[in-house]
């Protein structure tokens, strides 16, 4: 895309609608630039420039590593973001994903009455059950209506919407918002210009911005907790490699690590962990990017091939829990916490620190000699891992089209900026720990959530570009914070972007589902030993045929017209 394409793009040009530049083809999406190896795409258009860090509080620890999220030792004190309501007192509807319980109506609502009551609107928020999200997305594209903000939870590997999201781009539905959230644009939404440089550029399709993302650290849910105490006891703590971790992890299922007289049984792993043995074996983040253009898929390489390998040893040793294959990530927590296996999975920092409620907490209290830790697993060869990098963003807040005025748009990323306030803020408190006295109580100067059945008043309508994730914090465990935010670092500086993220491939955005099925069911026949490590090739190419060539070209012809 040239500067004269951009140009079409102007502020006054989005309220005319995309339909016309869509049939010109200047809406194929395109990657985000990865932090250890820059990329030259068409996200270099965005200007950026006007992203700063807000003046330093007291307890915040900023890393000298870019793209960290910010450690703090001690809550900050609170102060007011937006200092008037950025409602205009009318109905905003939204369409949002939803994790949990749903939340009671508006009448037996009052964190949600404050809500309205804050931000002077009347917020009227279509909630989808998350594994209903994407049917439910699809159906509001079917009848041609979108909420005024329509939460697109964006995954590169096309669940939950962002392959759709590509497509309804093509056809016109979302705005441009482009200008209305770059260079000097951006300074009206002060909030907005805090979040992470690589959050807004994973957000872009071909170097434009359909939305208000919701940021996430780069380097997501690699992080994961294991039974420290166990390894110790066993003598395999701390591996180094590849046959080191292996030993572990068959110890912690035949070394009977609760003691050969407790009639419980333990295994190393309870779900298949293929992103933890990737990393191990430095596996591309799903594309490899060639020096010539070309693209190569992972499970081509040799490292996918070393890797699935590694896991069906484990299997062949018994490491894993019978089940692996089937049990739910609830399983998963359930036998971690039940002192059954030695890992859980997932990085979210909710589950370290002791915290109430947290996977550590839980495990201690139902074990009190067991010690919870956060692991990240070493090369295969005794070097450094390679982790994936995320586009830096979960999703975003996207305006439709059907809304013609330019003052009704900047009102809805106002609401959105409101959303997106930063952490310890006044906004912050109230969208994420609702009402004093009623959900949290305030103990040493800090937010603690009262336990009387209020927490889901707020559920799945404060999940919306807001930046609790690019924050570390645990109460009254200052070095937590530190010590999660140190293990980002080093993840981060050995991480690798998916150089086809937000690249535009109409293939798919229609046969994802297909083919990400046709990779996993070849990968667990494998994984099992249903089928020897051979018939690898015979997945590479049914993978191939049934669009996964189709699928390469089509990626490397939308990196082609990025530069």
């Known amino acids: 895309m ?21 049939g010109a083809g200047l809406l194929a999406s395109c990657g985000n630039a990865p932090v250890a190896q820059a990329i030259h795409s068409c996200v270099d258009s965005l200007k950026l420039s006007s992203l700063h860090t807000p003046a330093a509080r007291a307890g915040e620890v900023v890393s000298k590593v870019r793209g960290v999220p910010v450690a703090w030792t001690k809550y900050p004190a609170p102060y007011r973001s937006v200092p008037d309501p950025p409602g205009k007192g009318g109905p905003v509807t ?71 999201f590509e497509k309804f781009v093509q056809e016109g539905a979302f705005h441009d918002l482009t200008d209305m959230l770059t260079g000097s644009s951006l300074k009206q939404w002060p909030n907005l210009t805090l979040l992470p440089e690589q959050t807004w550029k994973g957000s872009s399709f071909e170097g434009r911005l359909y939305g208000v993302p919701y940021p996430i650290q780069i380097v997501n849910a690699q992080l994961q907790l294991i039974r420290q105490d166990w390894a110790e006891k066993l003598g395999v703590a701390n591996p180094k490699n590849a046959n080191e971790v292996m030993k572990m992890f068959v110890a912690f299922s035949k070394g009977h690590p609760n003691g050969r007289s407790s009639t419980k049984k333990t295994w190393g792993l309870s779900l298949p962990y293929a992103n933890v043995w990737q990393a191990m074996y430095r596996v591309p983040n799903n594309w490899r990017l060639n020096s010539d253009g070309s693209l190569t ?22 490491a ?9 990530s609830n399983d998963e927590t359930s ?20 915290q109430p409620n947290t996977e550590t907490t839980v495990t201690k209290e139902n074990d009190p000699s067991a010690n919870p830790q956060p692991w990240s697993p070493p090369g295969a060869d005794g070097g450094k891992a390679l982790f994936p990098q995320t586009s830096g963003n979960y999703g975003f807040g996207a305006i439709p089209t059907t809304i013609k005025s330019e ?5 809805l990323i106002g609401l959105m900026n409101w959303c997106a306030a930063p952490f310890g803020s006044e906004e912050f408190i109230f969208y994420y720990d609702g009402i004093p006295g009623q959900m949290y109580n305030e103990e040493g100067g800090e937010p603690v ?7 889901d008043w707020s559920s799945g309508l404060n999940y919306l570009c807001g930046t609790t994730e690019v924050n570390y914090y645990f109460s009254h465990q200052p070095n937590e914070a530190t010590l999660i935010q140190k293990f980002q670092e080093q993840q981060l500086q050995q991480s690798v972007a998916d150089p086809t993220v937000n690249l535009y491939s109409p293939t798919w955005v229609q046969q994802a589902g297909n083919l990400i099925q046709v990779q996993q069911n070849g990968y667990n026949d494998i994984f099992v030993g249903r089928k020897p490590l051979s018939s690898l090739n015979d997945l590479i190419s049914s993978w191939k045929s049934q669009g996964g060539d189709q699928v390469r070209k089509e990626f490397e012809q939308s990196l082609k017209r990025c530069g």
């Open 407 to 411: 003052a009704r748009v900047m009102e």
């Open 320 to 328: 894993f829990e019978p089940e692996a294959l089937t049990n739910t």
């Open 94 to 164: 939204t369409f949002q994903i939803l994790f949990g319980a749903p939340p009671p109506p508006l009448a037996q609502n009052p964190w949600l009455q404050e809500f309205n009551k804050r931000l002077n609107v009347q917020w009227q928020a279509t909630l989808a059950d998350s594994p209903d999200y994407t049917d439910k997305l699809n159906t509001l594209a079917s009848s041609g209506s979108f909420p005024d903000i329509t939460y697109i939870n964006f995954n590169p590997d096309g669940v939950y919407g962002g392959a759709a």
């Open 449 to 455: 959530a009262v336990s009387n059945g209020n927490q």
């Open 297 to 318: 898929k992972d499970l081509e390489t040799e490292e996918y091939k070393q890797a699935l390998d590694f896991a069906a040893q484990l299997w062949r040793k018994g």
């Open 2 to 22: 040239n500067d004269a394409s951009l140009h079409l793009w102007g502020r006054r040009a989005f309220l005319g609608g995309l339909a016309g530049a869509a």
């Open 335 to 354: 036998f971690f916490e039940g002192g059954q296996v030695g890992i859980l999975g997932g990085g979210g920092t909710e589950q370290f620190g002791d």
